[in-house]
């Protein structure tokens, strides 16, 4: 439970600019930084001793109450609903590919992964102007992106190498998917993570110049701008809304699923 939306109750300070959360809407960013080690400094989301809400460390929002830093709260603007406000800290991580990378307007991106990182992912580059194709399994997804002007593709089908491929497949074989799709001197972007260890075809690496980038967590306000804009189409990656007295069920039902939301 770490993509959350909720309304602040209370805070642990005196201070007054902190207390003027209580009351508001708000979303979190889910790192924890110890905020002393020298990590810290520059790079918080990186820091060893971190704790991340829901994952590690750190019960996360499948609850009626969660705890967070202050400086970890964004206040959700009030023209983006809560159906909306959950995509925050996904999109926010579409958006760090743009902080990492300088991508111009000329470049062609593909995303390989038809999951809800790969919708939001493939609009968002679609949104900016980008060349963007999208590669999935899921014919019955496509339309969600076709409506940005995204080319879709079953595995397989994409011949054309372009210079920027973004991995959401959350699968093995993905990164290797990627390399087979990027032109010489491109960059595969990596956003899945998986259990176990995968293989990386070296030789296309080092042969044809590839870059690799890993990437994840990214800035929430910028992704609350978007969201206010009603640029992007987050509904229709809801699929199914259940009450927490459901929870068994929606996690059963979840499996597969793009986005099933708990409310309480």
Do not use: W
């Amino acid at each position: 439970g770490h993509e959350f939306v909720g309304t602040v109750i209370g805070v642990n300070s005196s201070n007054k600019k902190e207390n003027d959360f209580i009351g508001k809407r708000v979303v979190g960013e889910i790192n924890i930084p110890c905020r002393v080690c020298e990590t810290c400094r520059n790079m918080p989301k990186h820091c060893p001793s971190r704790k991340v809400l829901g994952i590690s460390q750190k019960d996360g929002a499948f609850a009626d109450y969660l705890t967070l830093p202050v400086s970890n709260l964004h206040v959700v603007p009030d023209e983006v609903p809560d159906e909306e406000a959950v995509f925050t800290e996904p999109l926010a991580a579409c958006l760090e590919v743009l902080e990492q990378l300088k991508i111009s307007p000329s470049n062609s991106v593909a995303i390989i992964g038809d999951g809800k990182v790969g919708l939001l992912m493939a609009q968002l580059m679609a949104d900016l102007g980008h060349k963007t194709s999208l590669i999935g399994k899921h014919e019955d997804r496509f339309l969600i992106v076709e409506e940005f002007g995204v080319e879709t593709y079953l595995p397989g089908q994409m011949n054309e190498k372009v210079d920027i491929v973004i991995e959401c497949t959350g699968s093995k074989s993905g990164i290797n998917d990627a390399l087979s799709l990027v032109r010489s001197r491109g960059t595969v972007v990596v956003k899945s993570t998986f259990y176990g260890l995968g293989t990386l075809d070296t030789s296309k690496v080092v042969v044809n110049e590839i870059t690799i980038v890993g990437s994840r967590c990214g800035p929430f306000e910028p992704a609350l701008r978007i969201l206010a804009q009603k640029r992007l189409d987050t509904l229709s990656l809801i699929e199914k809304k259940f009450p927490i007295e459901q929870a068994k069920e929606a996690f059963e039902y979840a499996r597969g699923k793009l986005k099933v939301l708990l409310t309480f």
